[in-house]
């Protein structure tokens, strides 16, 4: 079995979910269901349909989330001491070396992402280039716009 890389925050953040699923959702998708039953002919029922349709949707979501928290590798990025490498957790200042744009990225697990925020997951383009580089060292990235060079200006556990 593969392990998942997760934060601890992301981490906190699916059990969050799946609490919330077990808890609330699915028992809300039951009532759904029990009141669209109530209405009679289930062959014609927009509402069963739908509500059965998110009675899979939710148990399939719970599935996947439980199977991750398994196959979870919870990594502390404070804890870390990397020696100045980029790895997973941390959080790393760039320069874009063509424009002179200075971004943060944290790099995390596939489901942390969000670059509203900051955070790249671990298997973007960005985040495998930058793995086990240093401050200083220049990492090349293929991007959508063509080859971006971007200088490693701090590398942070926190």
Do not use: W
Request: net charge negative; hydrophobic share 40%; aromatic share 4%.
């Amino acid at each position: 079995m593969t392990t998942i890389p997760l934060t601890v925050r992301g981490a906190e953040k699916l059990k969050d979910e799946l609490a919330r699923l077990k808890t609330v959702e699915r028992h809300a998708v039951i009532q759904a269901i029990s009141e669209a039953r109530a209405q009679g002919d289930l062959s014609e029922n927009a509402e069963y349909e739908a509500a059965k349709d998110k009675q899979g949707f939710i148990e399939g979501r719970i599935l996947e989330i439980e199977s991750k928290l398994a196959a979870a590798q919870i990594i502390d990025p404070s804890t870390l001491d990397a020696g100045g490498r980029v790895v997973f957790g941390c959080t790393v200042d760039l320069e874009d070396e063509d424009s002179g744009v200075r971004v943060t990225y944290q790099i995390v697990g596939d489901d942390e992402a969000d670059l509203k925020v900051g955070k790249i997951s671990i298997s973007s383009p960005i985040a495998r280039a930058l793995i086990r580089k240093e401050v200083g060292d220049v990492a090349e990235v293929q991007a959508p716009g063509g080859l971006k060079h971007y200088e490693i200006v701090d590398v942070r556990y926190v």
